[in-house]
């Protein structure tokens, strides 16, 4: 392979993949990866579609309501009644008082959450607590809560999610449950803002190959050769390397 030359080099560093890209194992780009603005909309669909996905993110995602909530019509939201007051927000996704969407990244490529941004209106009797949980530890904990909701205003629920290691490094469906309580059945509580009214933010990395056990950045100190070990007979395998010199390192090489 060749490098870029480099001034008072004396090591290198090299990479042994099974994928081309050196996708596995790599790190992933940080982007929005779902977004639902529902502009336009009635209030009353029977499911919403979203307008944003990532590339590498299967596309679209819906968005319904479970099982205890009516559909109502209140323009540029998606929006529901037959909230209760219920003690809480377990007995209420008991209920199926809550919105319900599943994002996927694409075959071969795995996503981390990292932040969830959410716009809610809701009516004066609307639910005044709200509680986010996922699939990935079957709905039971509390991943984001705001309780005591008041007024008719837009009101941004953003929340941190890089603590929740079972949301990072997902290959898999994950189905988020946006759950309320505590309000009148005649209530109404919903999605509506400025922009993205759910957006979902994260990092997305392809896992479709992996390095082989010991050979990322692995660094050799003399001569101008290295043995790889550990190989496969009939797999396909990639290189590349960079020169080293105490003060930078060059690109890669071809591969």
């Given at each position: 392979?060749?490098?870029?030359?480099?001034?008072?080099a004396a090591t290198y560093r090299i990479d042994v993949s099974t994928s081309a890209t050196f996708g596995g194992g790599g790190s992933g780009i940080s982007t929005n990866?779902?977004?639902?603005?529902?502009?336009?909309?009635?209030?009353?669909?029977?499911?919403?579609?979203?307008?944003?996905?990532?590339?590498?993110?299967?596309?679209?995602?819906?968005?319904?309501?479970?099982?205890?909530?009516?559909?109502?019509?209140?323009?540029?939201?998606?929006?529901?009644?037959?909230?209760?007051?219920?003690?809480?927000?377990?007995?209420?996704?008991?209920?199926?008082?809550?919105?319900?969407?599943?994002?996927?990244?694409?075959?071969?490529?795995?996503?981390?959450?990292?932040?969830?941004?959410?716009?809610?209106?809701?009516?004066?009797?609307?639910?005044?607590?709200?509680?986010?949980?996922?699939?990935?530890?079957?709905?039971?904990?509390?991943?984001?809560?705001?309780?005591?909701?008041?007024?008719?205003?837009?009101?941004?629920?953003?929340?941190?999610?890089?603590?929740?290691?079972?949301?990072?490094?997902?290959?898999?469906?994950?189905?988020?449950?946006?759950?309320?309580?505590?309000?009148?059945?005649?209530?109404?509580?919903?999605?509506?803002?400025?922009?993205?009214?759910?957006?979902?933010?994260?990092?997305?990395?392809?896992?479709?190959?992996?390095?082989?056990?010991?050979?990322?950045?692995?660094?050799?100190s003399s001569g101008a050769s290295a043995s790889v070990t550990g190989l496969t007979e009939n797999v396909a395998y990639y290189y590349r390397v960079r020169a080293e010199?105490?003060?930078?390192?060059?690109?890669?090489?071809t591969t």
């Open positions: 392979a060749n490098w870029e030359a480099l001034g008072g990866l779902i977004g639902f603005d529902f502009a336009g909309y009635v209030g009353s669909e029977a499911r919403g579609t979203s307008t944003y996905a990532a590339a590498h993110m299967e596309s679209p995602a819906y968005i319904t309501r479970g099982a205890g909530l009516t559909a109502v019509a209140n323009g540029d939201r998606f929006n529901a009644q037959g909230w209760a007051e219920h003690a809480s927000s377990s007995a209420a996704m008991a209920a199926g008082d809550y919105f319900e969407w599943t994002i996927q990244p694409a075959s071969g490529y795995s996503i981390a959450i990292t932040n969830v941004v959410l716009l809610i209106q809701r009516s004066n009797t609307g639910a005044s607590n709200l509680a986010l949980r996922a699939s990935v530890d079957s709905y039971a904990a509390d991943l984001v809560v705001k309780t005591g909701m008041s007024g008719t205003s837009t009101i941004t629920v953003e929340s941190n999610l890089t603590y929740v290691a079972a949301l990072q490094s997902v290959s898999e469906a994950i189905t988020f449950r946006l759950i309320g309580w505590w309000g009148q059945s005649t209530g109404s509580f919903g999605f509506e803002g400025t922009g993205d009214d759910i957006l979902i933010q994260g990092t997305i990395s392809d896992s479709s190959g992996t390095y082989v056990a010991g050979y990322e950045d692995r660094l050799v010199s105490p003060y930078c390192t060059s690109g890669n090489s």
